[in-house]
Structures are given as structure tokens and as C-alpha cells.
Nanobody, 115 residues
């Protein structure tokens, strides 16, 4: 079992920045893939950014150059630094962890980009 606790969402103006955090209840060395997805109203959940095996990363085309995923192994935490935010980035952001024994989701954190 892996528990994921997200934080850092909120309301920000277009062009602003936010940093999301996802703390895992187990060592992230034991997790095969970990990252961030988002779901806007009426849309399917989509990949934003994630670490895959080793330190490889995947980013959605829509966030490349604006968002950066990083991690602190000592804190078992993955971060998502979001810069130059746009209204279309508004969504609930979910942390996901894929372990050998199962897949786990966080509770989600709302990000709203609006003036």
C-alpha cells in the first residue's frame, strides 16, 4: 500500500507560478513510476509529467518548457513546479504512483488559473 499526500494547489493569475508536492508513504526508490496527472471539468484525466524507470521523465507537450518535475528522495516527495500558468491549466491535479504491487492515486489538489 502506498499513500500519497498532495499539497500546493490554489488560485493563481495567468502567468503566475505554483509548486505542487506529493509525499509518498514509502521510499520512492521502490516505486517504478511516479508523477502528475490532471483532469479538467468534462475532460479525461491526462498525463502532465512523470518519472519513469531510473530518472527518465515524460512531459505533456502542452506543458513542456513551463512545468518541471523533480524529486527529493530523502523526503520521498515529488514536486511539480508550474510556471507561466495559463487558464487552460485549470484542473484537479493528481499524483500517481506505480509500484510493482499496485497503482495508487492521491486525493487531488485544485489548481485554478484565473484573473
Amino acid at each position: 500500500q502506498v499513500q500519497l499526500v498532495e499539497s500546493g494547489g490554489g488560485l493563481v493569475q495567468p502567468g503566475g507560478s505554483l509548486r505542487l508536492s506529493c509525499a509518498a508513504s514509502v521510499s520512492i526508490f521502490r516505486i517504478n513510476a511516479m508523477g502528475w496527472f490532471r483532469q479538467a471539468p468534462g475532460k479525461q484525466r491526462e498525463l502532465v509529467a512523470r518519472f519513469t524507470s531510473g530518472s527518465s521523465t515524460n512531459y505533456a507537450d502542452s506543458v513542456k518548457g513551463r512545468f518541471t518535475i523533480s524529486r527529493d528522495n530523502a523526503k520521498n516527495t515529488v514536486y511539480l513546479q508550474m510556471n507561466s500558468l495559463k487558464p487552460e491549466d485549470t484542473a484537479v491535479y493528481y499524483c500517481k504512483a506505480e509500484a510493482r504491487w499496485g497503482t495508487y492515486w492521491g486525493q487531488g489538489t485544485q489548481v485554478t488559473v484565473s484573473s
